[in-house]
């Protein structure tokens, strides 16, 4: 692992993690993930990137990517789709790098976004027991143990899972409120959205809002 002081992306290469961080914020930003992708290149990995929320005391607000960094993270991640042959490095943002862009081109795995599975496509169970939609989500989204009730009971629970398996249009918020694409998007990753607005269906990460809101930054930065 490595880790520097700074904002902070998680980097998925196989099985290790790397966490990136700038004290010269974007130049930093650009220089390492331009070094991670040649050190990456031809070694029959998948490099998967994925942003770093706020959990417990581990980040500071602070350190949290800008919009202008998230933006071009997803343009770093396009460009490399675009440029680098998949048998060479594919290159994917995490479920918590969209959505909905007009520009950036193919930027993850899925074509277009059908909204956080967790809950509905998946589920993730701690080694304590614990469950959680997603092993991604902070401790606000546990469900339940399997130490204190069996599977079954927690996933059949009506109640469980309420953030995607209830969900309205009419419960988004601030940025996502109104959105053309929140029936579907649901504000996006679930985990990331609560750790950057503290809301549920909020979330500030997002290329569509940032085009909306025309602060694409400048194209020349990488
Ligand atoms: S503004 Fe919110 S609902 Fe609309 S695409 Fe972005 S994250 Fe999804």
Redesign the pocket.
Known sequence: MIYLAGAYLIIWAASFVLILSMVQRQSRLEAELKALRDRLRGQNLTWQIQVASLHGRKFDRAEMLSEQEFYQVGRFIARCRAEIPVEELPVAGSHDI???SDRLGRYGELSD?PGCAAGIATVGLLSDGRVKGCLSQSEEFVEGSIRERPFREIWTDPKAFARNRRFRPDL?TG??GG????PT????CADL?FAASGRL?????????IE?EGKVPIEEIW
Do not use: S
Request: glycine share 16%; with cysteine; hydrophobic share 20%.
């Open positions: 969209g959505y909905h976004w988004l940025t996502c959105c053309v694409h929140g998007c649901r504000a996006g959205g269906y909020e979330n500030p990460y997002c290329f569509h809002r909306r």
